[in-house]
C-alpha cells in the first residue's frame, strides 16, 4: 500500500470501528467531510487543545471542528452553561430567555443584524436567508461563487467542488443558480450588466473557506455591495467560519455590511445551531402577525444550545480574538518560511486565527488555482496525523484559544519534517 495513505500503526481500535461502522453507516461515517482514507480516526474524548482517539493516542487539534471550537474542547463555562439548562428542563414548546440573551449578543456584536432567528445548522441558516431574499425581492435566481460552500441544501450545491458534481439537485434548481469567479471584480460586474436584476441576493463568504480559505480582496467586497445595491439584490454574507475573526465578524474586519448574514459553528458552543440575521424590514418577513414566511423548527433555539452560546461568546470577546489572530498571523509566515527553507512550493492563505496550505508556488486567490484535495495535501494530512497532529484533510487549520505557544512550536516543527518528506 501506498505509505501516504496508511496510518503508521494500521491495525487499531479506529480501523476496527470503521469496519463495524460500514456494515451500519454508508462509508462508515455520517458526514462525507470527515471521511477520509483509509478510513477516519475514531474519537473518545476531547479536552482543551487534545483529542483522545479510540486508540488512546493525544492528538493536538489543529482542526477544531472545522473552525467550530474556538475555546477549545469541553470548556468549562460553556459545559456549565449547558449542563445546568439541561437539568433544568431543554424542550419545551415555548421560548426562553436563553434565545433573547443569544439573539441580543448577535445584534450587540454585528451592526448589520437587527433581527435574528436561530436554526439548527449553517445550512439552514443559509437557506432561509435565501428564502428571506427571494420573498423580499420576488425573484428566484440566486447568484454564488465558484467553490462557495453554504451547507447542503439545493441552492447551494451548486457550483461547490472543481467538478460541479449534482447528483440528486433538481435541474430546476440548478437553472436558477449562477456562479462566479470569486475575487474577479470584472466577472462579477459583467454578470449584473447581464442579469443584476434577475437575482434575488448574491451570497458569499468573506473568506472563501472550502474552496480554500481564501479572503475576499477589499475591492471584491466593495464591488458586491455597489452592485447588489444597485439592483436591489440582497448581498448575503455567509459568516458560519469567518464570524471568529472578530467581535462583529469578517464583515467588520472588512468593514463591509450585508443585508443578511448566516451564522453557525461556535455561536451555539459546541451543540448544533445555525442563524440567520439582518436587516430588520427583510426579517420581519418571519413575524408571525405580519410576516409572510414560516419558519419553524423543534429545536429552534433549543435551550442549552443558546446557553452554551452565550457562555461561548462571552468568553470569546475583543481580548482573545486579538491574541488568536495574532498567533494565527505569525503561524502563516512561520509556515510559510518552512517552505521556503526546505524549497517546496508552498502557500499558506487565510486571515487571523484561520488558515490552509497549499503546495503551490502560485498566488491562491480562488477555487482555480487553491490545491485542496490534492495529492500533497493528503500526504500532509497523514503524515502530521501519524506525528500526533490534527488538520483537516484539504490542508485547512485553524487555532483555538487552547492552543499554546509550544504547540503552535509543535506545529511547525511536525510540518517542517512532513514537508521535508513531501518534498524528496
Ligand atoms: N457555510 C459555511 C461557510 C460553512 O463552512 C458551513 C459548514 O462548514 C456551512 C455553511 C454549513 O453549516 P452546517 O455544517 O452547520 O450545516
Redo the contacts with the bound molecule.
Keep these: 500500500p501506498d505509505p501516504h495513505t496508511r496510518y503508521r500503526n494500521q491495525s487499531t481500535q479506529s480501523a476496527r470501528l470503521a469496519e463495524r461502522a460500514r456494515e451500519v453507516l454508508p462509508g462508515g461515517d455520517t458526514r462525507s467531510v470527515t471521511y477520509h482514507r483509509p478510513y477516519p480516526t475514531f474519537f473518545t474524548e476531547a479536552s482543551g487543545a487534545q483529542v483522545t482517539t479510540a486508540d488512546g493516542e493525544e492528538l493536538l487539534d489543529f482542526l477544531n471542528n ?1 473552525t467550530q471550537s474556538v475555546l477549545g474542547h469541553a470548556p468549562g463555562p460553556v459545559v456549565e452553561a449547558a449542563c445546568d439548562r439541561l437539568e433544568r428542563g431543554n424542550d419545551v414548546a415555548a421560548p426562553n430567555e436563553d434565545i433573547v440573551e443569544l439573539a441580543e449578543r448577535l445584534v450587540e456584536r454585528v451592526r448589520s443584524v437587527e433581527r435574528v432567528r436561530f436554526t439548527n ?3 439552514e441558516a ?1 437557506m432561509n436567508a435565501i428564502r428571506a431574499a427571494m420573498a423580499w425581492t420576488d425573484r428566484d435566481r440566486v447568484l454564488k461563487v465558484r467553490g462557495g ?4 441544501h439545493d441552492t447551494v450545491e451548486v457550483a461547490v467542488g472543481h467538478e460541479g458534481v449534482t447528483a440528486g439537485i433538481p435541474s430546476s434548481v440548478e437553472q436558477r443558480v449562477d456562479a462566479v469567479r470569486f475575487n474577479d471584480v470584472e466577472a462579477l460586474k459583467e454578470r449584473f450588466e447581464r442579469s443584476g436584476d434577475e437575482y434575488a441576493c448574491f451570497i458569499l ?1 468573506p473568506i472563501a ?2 474552496a480554500g480559505m481564501i479572503p475576499a480582496t477589499e475591492a471584491y467586497l466593495e464591488a458586491a455591495r455597489d452592485l447588489t445595491e444597485a439592483t436591489e439584490t440582497v448581498l448575503i454574507f ?1 459568516e ?2 469567518s464570524f471568529r475573526l472578530a467581535p462583529g465578524g469578517a464583515q467588520e474586519r472588512y468593514g463591509i455590511e450585508p443585508d443578511l448574514t ?1 451564522f ?2 461556535l455561536i451555539g458552543g459546541g451543540l448544533p445551531v ?1 442563524a440567520f440575521g439582518g436587516r430588520v424590514d427583510l426579517m420581519e418577513q418571519f413575524d408571525p402577525e405580519t410576516g409572510v414566511l414560516n419558519h419553524s423548527g423543534t429545536f429552534n433555539g433549543n435551550p442549552a444550545t443558546m446557553a452554551a452560546g452565550v457562555a461561548l461568546l462571552d468568553h470569546f470577546g475583543a481580548d482573545r480574538i486579538k491574541t488568536v489572530n495574532e498567533r494565527g498571523d505569525r503561524l502563516r509566515d512561520r509556515l510559510e518560511s518552512v517552505g521556503e527553507t526546505a524549497d517546496v512550493p508552498i502557500r499558506i492563505t487565510g486571515d487571523g486565527s484561520l488558515f490552509q496550505i497549499h503546495f503551490t508556488d502560485e498566488r491562491v486567490t480562488d477555487l482555480k488555482n487553491s490545491t485542496a484535495g490534492d495529492p500533497p495535501s493528503e500526504q500532509l494530512f497523514l503524515r502530521l496525523r501519524n506525528e500526533g497532529v490534527l488538520i483537516a484533510p484539504r490542508g485547512m487549520g485553524n487555532l483555538s484559544t487552547a492552543l499554546d505557544q509550544r504547540d503552535l512550536d509543535t506545529f511547525v516543527d511536525t510540518f517542517a519534517t512532513a514537508v521535508e518528506a513531501i518534498g524528496d
Excluded at 460552500?149 to 447542503?152: A, D, I, K, L, S
Design positions: 472545522y445548522s449553517g445550512t443559509t460552500y453554504h451547507g447542503t463568504e473557506g472550502v455567509d458560519v467560519m448566516a453557525g459553528k445555525g
